[in-house]
């Protein structure tokens, strides 16, 4: 599928004006970056998507339309999620995440959280800490995969079994994501429609509108970037109780950055306040873990009617796995396009793609998505609630089509689109947005800072 075939389809799931898409501009072509897949094309059309349904809604806004220029590397380079601290590249994996051979097969062991990594170790009979990559390699040659994938699940731990597309397709979980739309936007409890405020021309399309940004991990937090550098306020919420990713530095640029404990009835009220004044809240958590903590989307419909919830899951809300916990090299190898690359390259190594493009891609569309229903809700009233899910957006990509001798691409200079930023993480440097807006130029008007850096409040 050709991108702008593939954002045309996009369009039409959010239920914007076709007229809208004669004012984007996509450029380049694949392969840029080396893969069998279109991770070119899920870059470019998820980022012009997210971009032009920004631009739709400042239209709606009283803002004139504005052209959207995407290109295809740069779009790829910023899906990369690439940065460094003070010159420095991060390490964003721990020693024990990866691929390993069982007696019958591979898994790819999620361990970038202690207790995870804990956790397998301790299911495979190791102390962790005294175990090695080398002790957690013996031990898993005596597991079968499947085995190992289901032990883990049982123990809230994160592991998957290496498939191919076949034996994916073959499983509950592969059929159910597949009989789902890529996305859903759905109106789900009625409220009247709600006026925006009014944009100016030169402001940018999202400008004085609140998102409340409850995302942890990658695709989550790389939505609400995204809807920073068009202008939105964002509010990070972090929990003080639990653990971030390096990676964080990079996906915190244009957002204020606040600690709120849910666990107690001070936080609860803190961010129902916070809640009053929103129009969208995109939360990533397992399902059903801000619903029991009392903020479903039917709660916050409740509390502020026309709000748009945006959801974010690991396989989607139907099917065995819709309440397992998953990231984004976890679906990968489950869904089967580590087999495939392998198979692709010749030598049948499985191989991960070149970035984390199912998280990557899933952000953008929370991005979108969250545009699209704040449009739809300008107009039509009701609240709102956009579902993305990882295993759905991996089922998109496998559906754009192979790229003959994709894997021959070498990786683009990514110098081209960095810029430097004084964060409060130290000198950030990392790619630039890539979808350029004609009149009012994307971009993050906040620096990147630490949970717990601002207050609250907006």
Same mark, same amino acid.
């Given at each position: 599928?050709?991108?702008?075939?593939?954002?045309?389809?996009?369009?039409?799931?959010?239920?914007?004006?076709?007229?809208?898409?004669?004012?984007?501009?996509?450029?380049?072509?694949? &392969?840029?970056?080396?893969?069998?897949?279109?991770?070119?094309?899920? /870059?470019?059309?998820?980022?012009?998507?997210?971009?032009?349904?920004?631009?739709?809604?400042?239209?709606?806004?009283?803002? &004139?339309?504005?052209?959207?220029?995407?290109?295809?590397?740069?779009?790829?380079?910023?899906?990369?999620?690439?940065?460094?601290?003070?010159?420095?590249?991060?390490?964003?994996?721990?020693?024990?995440?990866?691929?390993?051979?069982?007696?019958?097969?591979?898994?790819?062991?999620?361990?970038?959280?202690?207790?995870?990594?804990?956790?397998?170790?301790?299911?495979? *009979?190791?102390?962790?800490?005294?175990?090695?990559?080398?002790?957690?390699?013996?031990?898993?040659?005596?597991?079968?995969?499947?085995?190992?994938?289901?032990?883990?699940?049982?123990?809230?731990?994160?592991?998957?079994?290496?498939?191919?597309?076949?034996?994916?397709?073959?499983?509950?979980?592969?059929?159910?994501?597949?009989?789902?739309?890529?996305?859903?936007?759905?109106?789900? @409890?009625?409220?009247?429609?709600?006026?925006?405020?009014?944009?100016?021309?030169?402001?940018?399309?999202?400008?004085?509108?609140?998102?409340?940004?409850?995302?942890?991990?990658?695709?989550?937090?790389?939505?609400?970037?995204?809807?920073?550098?068009?202008?939105?306020?964002?509010?990070?919420?972090?929990? &003080?109780?639990?653990?971030?990713?390096?990676?964080?530095?990079?996906?915190?640029?244009?957002?204020?950055? @606040?600690?709120?404990?849910?666990?107690?009835?001070? *936080?609860?009220?803190?961010?129902?306040?916070?809640?009053?004044?929103?129009?969208?809240?995109?939360?990533?958590?397992?399902?059903?873990?801000? @619903?029991?903590?009392?903020?479903?989307?039917?709660?916050?419909?409740?509390?502020?009617?026309?709000?748009?919830?945006?959801?974010?899951? /690991?396989?989607?809300?139907?099917?065995?796995?819709?309440?397992?916990?998953?990231?984004?090299?976890?679906?990968?190898?489950?869904?089967?396009?580590?087999?495939?690359?392998?198979?692709?390259?010749?030598?049948?190594?499985?191989?991960?793609?070149?970035?984390?493009?199912?998280?990557?891609?899933?952000?953008?569309?929370?991005?979108?998505?969250?545009?699209?229903?704040?449009?739809?809700?300008?107009?039509?009233?009701?609240?709102?609630?956009?579902?993305?899910?990882?295993?759905?957006?991996?089922?998109?990509?496998?559906?754009?089509?192979?790229?003959?001798? *994709?894997?021959?691409?070498?990786?683009?200079?990514?110098?081209?689109?960095?810029?430097?930023?004084?964060?409060?993480?130290?000198?950030?440097?990392?790619?630039? &947005?890539?979808?350029?807006?004609?009149?009012?130029?994307?971009?993050?008007?906040?620096?990147?800072?630490?949970?717990?850096?601002?207050?609250?409040?907006?």
């Amino acid at each position: 599928m050709n991108p702008l075939d593939a954002l045309a389809a996009l369009w039409s799931l959010g239920g914007l004006p076709p007229q809208a898409l004669a004012g984007i501009a996509l450029t380049g072509r694949e &392969p840029v970056f080396p893969s069998s897949f279109a991770v070119g094309t899920a /870059a470019q059309a998820s980022i012009a998507a997210a971009a032009l349904a920004a631009c739709e809604l400042g239209q709606a806004r009283g803002a &004139p339309r504005q052209r959207v220029a995407v290109d295809m590397t740069h779009a790829a380079a910023e899906c990369t999620g690439w940065f460094t601290l003070d010159g420095q590249e991060p390490e964003l994996w721990d020693p024990f995440a990866g691929l390993y051979r069982c007696a019958d097969g591979h898994v790819r062991v999620h361990t970038n959280f202690p207790h995870h990594r804990d956790g397998a170790l301790r299911l495979l *009979g190791l102390d962790p800490a005294t175990a090695t990559r080398a002790d957690a390699e013996q031990a898993l040659r005596g597991w079968k995969a499947l085995d190992f994938e289901q032990d883990a699940a049982d123990h809230a731990l994160v592991a998957t079994a290496l498939r191919s597309f076949a034996e994916w397709d073959a499983t509950p979980q592969g059929r159910a994501v597949a009989a789902q739309p890529l996305m859903t936007i759905t109106r789900f @409890a009625d409220a009247p429609a709600r006026a925006l405020p009014a944009l100016a021309a030169d402001e940018r399309p999202l400008a004085g509108l609140r998102v409340l940004d409850l995302t942890r991990i990658l695709a989550g937090p790389v939505g609400g970037r995204a809807l920073a550098s068009f202008g939105a306020d964002v509010m990070l919420v972090n929990s &003080p109780n639990l653990p971030n990713i390096a990676a964080i530095a990079e996906t915190s640029r244009g957002k204020r950055s @606040a600690h709120i404990d849910l666990r107690s009835e001070t *936080g609860r009220e803190a961010l129902w306040r916070l809640v009053e004044d929103a129009h969208v809240f995109s939360q990533g958590y397992r399902p059903g873990g801000l @619903a029991a903590l009392g903020f479903s989307p039917e709660a916050l419909a409740a509390r502020r009617p026309g709000i748009v919830a945006v959801s974010l899951t /690991a396989y989607g809300t139907q099917g065995p796995w819709a309440g397992r916990r998953g990231f984004d090299s976890l679906v990968q190898t489950a869904m089967g396009f580590n087999h495939a690359e392998g198979e692709a390259a010749g030598d049948g190594k499985p191989r991960a793609l070149p970035m984390q493009i199912l998280d990557q891609a899933s952000g953008f569309l929370m991005a979108f998505g969250a545009a699209a229903a704040l449009w739809r809700q300008s107009r039509e009233g009701g609240s709102w609630h956009v579902q993305v899910s990882l295993a759905q957006t991996g089922h998109w990509l496998r559906g754009l089509g192979r790229i003959e001798e *994709g894997l021959r691409a070498g990786r683009p200079d990514l110098s081209h689109w960095l810029t430097d930023e004084i964060s409060g993480f130290g000198l950030l440097r990392a790619v630039c &947005p890539s979808a350029q807006l004609a009149r009012t130029p994307a971009g993050y008007a906040r620096p990147s800072v630490p949970p717990g850096t601002d207050l609250p409040n907006w």
